[in-house]
Nanobody
Framework: QVQMAESGGGLVQAGGSLRLSCAAS????????MGWFRQAPGKEREFVAAIYWSGGNTYYADSVKGRFTISRDNAKNSVYLQMNSLKPEDTAIYYCAAKLGNYNYNMPDYRYWGPGTQVTVSS
């Protein structure tokens, strides 16, 4: 059974940093794209960043480019999101997800999802 679990969320002041982790288990993810999405209160879930498991190619939403960095550790079956220069508008529940094949930001294509971790950025 595939499981994905996020950790590392919390409360941080604007300008601060957080590092989110996602541990995946239950299958090999060699041909999977791993993504981070977020959902702010009252808003739709949106794409944040993605990385192809084997190739290491990375993709970012314009709103986080230059501030967030996605990375992965294949040996640990884990994906990370380093978030710097955080802004109050980054406040959301952050989800990691996995889809077979190459990158896209179409959420229905992501088959596996974690329960999410809350990130709150105070002004």
């Amino acid at each position: 059974q595939v499981q994905m679990a996020e950790s590392g969320g919390g409360l941080v002041q604007a300008g601060g940093s957080l590092r989110l982790s996602c541990a995946a288990s239950g299958r090999r993810f060699d041909s999977y794209t791993m993504g981070w999405f977020r959902q702010a209160p009252g808003k739709e879930r949106e794409f944040v960043a993605a990385i192809y498991w084997s190739g290491g190619n990375t993709y970012y939403a314009d709103s986080v480019k230059g501030r967030f960095t996605i990375s992965r550790d294949n040996a640990k079956n884990s994906v990370y999101l380093q978030m710097n220069s955080l802004k109050p508008e980054d406040t959301a529940i952050y989800y990691c997800a996995a889809k077979l094949g190459n990158y896209n930001y179409n959420m229905p294509d992501y088959r596996y999802w974690g329960p999410g971790t809350q990130v709150t950025v105070s002004s």
